[in-house]
């Protein structure tokens, strides 16, 4: 593994257990209600945006490069569970009927992860349709992420080894 290879793959580990440790250290309490709760759901919007905005981010920097590592979308990827991790576990203890099983932080990312690799063992599910709005989104993101990345991914070795086949 080159030096140039190691560093990146430390920047992004270091970035996902930034992204987890920030997960677990954001103050939330549940009965919350009134204007806190109104700024809870608007911190968790602005959470999510800005995992959004970071994923279009990566796949536009990704389509106009020649580079193969898709460590950017990696950390996007993550950020993108995290943030859903967080808007889930919001939910859930602001309203316990809006998820069955979800009671806990690590519940939270647990279900945002199975739901991520389309696992979904079903112990944690969305009951109440807030709950079931939040992991549509959550599915539709999770889809645009891994087909792009797989899109890009193989588009890139595609490139590559054309180019290597004309000599160019």
């Not at 992004?12 to 209600?33: D, H, K, N, Q, R």
């Amino acid at each position: 593994m080159s030096d140039v290879t190691k560093a990146a793959f430390l920047r992004t580990l270091a970035a996902v257990v930034l992204l987890v440790v920030l997960y677990y250290v954001i103050p939330v309490e549940p009965g919350v209600s009134g204007w806190r709760l109104v700024l809870r759901s608007l911190g968790a919007c602005v959470f999510l945006a800005g995992a959004i905005t970071l994923v279009v981010w990566q796949i536009r920097r990704r389509m106009r490069s020649d580079q193969l590592p898709l460590d950017g979308l990696a950390v996007a990827l993550v950020a993108g569970a995290v943030a859903f991790a967080l808007a889930d576990y919001v939910l859930a203890i602001t309203n316990a009927s809006q998820f069955e099983g979800l009671e806990t932080r690590t519940d939270a990312l647990y279900f945002a992860l199975s739901t991520l690799f389309t696992v979904g063992f079903g112990d944690i599910h969305a009951a109440g349709q807030g709950a079931r709005i939040l992991v549509i989104f959550q599915m539709v993101f999770n889809i645009v992420v891994l087909a792009t990345g797989a899109s890009l991914l193989v588009n890139q070795a595609t490139s590559r080894v054309r180019s290597r086949r004309t000599g160019s």
